[in-house]
């Protein structure tokens, strides 16, 4: 017979880590399935994280996986494992698959499964992130403080008004000068022409791009189409997102209004398939490590109430 944990966490990343955590606090039992599969996978370093600042998150993972299973605690497993189908039962159980054919049953689901970066369709843009492309400057943007200049990409979700001038007064602050680069968006050019004639750092190319070239370091050489070029100290933007599941299932999930995430309810991250709950990425607008572990934590509390209660009843 199977047997039957409090939950199953679905991703090994800062958010599922940190869920597992608050399940062992409250002793419950728990399983994180891992198929080692990371977003940051191709980051260096993670910053913004209370005394993990600047660190490679691959030692954070291997630092938060001992303190769960090496340490104090006995109630949670670590499956690195990637799922081939989660089902929703009629007893509102959830059934996971694992690509060794093996079952697994919980009471209460978490997704921590991430999400994918679409990347934009500009040429060289792809060997450039996440290097010398920024999509956060709490994440990233420090070490290269003092740049004469920095760009800013007003593509895809940052092509409005209020995102691009918000990214490139950011910026400002580790950088010289800022230009904005609309692509040939005369339309987004007009809009932002107001704010950018108050400020002599900031400056509008509104020439398409050909082509990003990466260097030998983290400067990026902006290549117009009227042959002419710049190089950047790096460049801001944020990419469209989508939630990652990667395994057949049954649950209704709806996604954000943005559908960058699941959509959820605040505060604990339950989705609309109840005694699911999704965390970090996948279940909220502002991705970075920090955010995700805190997202983490709430939603093992939810999960945690929640049972609770189940057994009331």
């Not at 679905?10 to 597992?20: D, E, K, S, T, Y």
């Not at 689901?109 to 970066?117: E, H, I, N, P």
């Not at 792809?126 to 920024?134: H, L, M, N, Q």
């Given at each position: 017979m199977t047997a039957l944990f409090d939950c199953l966490i679905?991703?090994?990343?800062?958010?599922?880590?940190?869920?597992?955590?608050?399940l062992c606090r409250a002793v419950r039992t728990a399983v994180v399935f891992d198929s080692q599969t990371y977003r940051n996978s191709l980051t260096e370093h993670m910053h913004n994280v209370s005394t993990w600042d600047h660190q490679q998150p691959a030692d954070y993972r291997a630092a938060a996986r001992r303190e769960l299973?090496?340490?104090?605690?006995?109630?949670?497993?670590?499956?690195?494992?990637?799922?081939r189908k989660v089902w929703k039962l009629d007893s509102g159980e959830f059934e996971a698959t694992d690509?060794?054919?093996k079952t697994w049953r919980g009471r209460k689901?978490?997704?921590?499964?991430?999400?994918?970066?679409e990347i934009?369709?500009?040429?060289?843009?792809?060997?450039?992130?996440?290097?010398?492309?920024?999509?956060?400057?709490?994440?990233?943007?420090?070490e290269e403080r003092g740049a004469d200049s920095v760009g800013v990409l007003a593509i895809g979700p940052v092509a409005n008004p209020k995102p691009a001038?918000?990214?490139?007064?950011?910026?400002?602050?580790?950088?010289?000068?800022?230009?904005?680069?609309?692509?040939?968006n005369?339309?987004?050019?007009?809009?932002?022409?107001?704010?950018?004639?108050?400020?002599?750092?900031?400056?509008l190319d509104t020439r398409a791009i050909k082509h990003l070239r990466k260097t030998d370091g983290i400067p990026v050489n902006v290549e117009l189409q009227d042959g002419t070029s710049k190089t950047e100290g790096f460049l801001v933007h944020a990419m469209k997102t989508t939630p990652v599941l990667g395994f057949e299932h049954n649950l209704e999930l709806e996604l954000s209004?943005?559908?960058?995430?699941?959509?959820?309810?605040?505060?604990?991250?339950?989705?609309?398939?109840?005694?699911?709950?999704?965390?970090?990425?996948?279940?909220?607008?502002?991705?970075?490590?920090?955010?995700?572990?805190?997202?983490?934590?709430?939603?093992?509390?939810?999960?945690?109430?929640?049972?609770?209660?189940?057994?009331?009843?």
């Open positions: 679905v991703g090994g990343g800062p958010a599922g880590l940190a869920a597992a955590l608050g299973t090496e340490g104090r605690y006995e109630t949670v497993t670590l499956a690195d494992v990637a799922l690509a060794a054919g689901l978490v997704l921590a499964t991430g999400v994918k970066d934009p369709d500009v040429p060289g843009y792809a060997d450039c992130w996440p290097r010398s492309i920024y999509h956060c400057l709490f994440c990233h943007g420090f001038e918000h990214l490139a007064r950011m910026a400002h602050n580790l950088a010289k000068t800022v230009t904005i680069y609309t692509n040939a005369e339309e987004l050019a007009e809009q932002l022409r107001p704010a950018v004639e108050k400020d002599e750092w900031l400056s209004p943005q559908g960058s995430e699941f959509k959820t309810t605040v505060p604990f991250n339950e989705t609309t398939t109840p005694g699911c709950f999704a965390t970090g990425d996948c279940g909220m607008p502002l991705k970075a490590a920090g955010m995700a572990i805190s997202h983490g934590s709430l939603t093992a509390v939810g999960v945690v109430s929640q049972i609770a209660f189940d057994e009331k009843a």
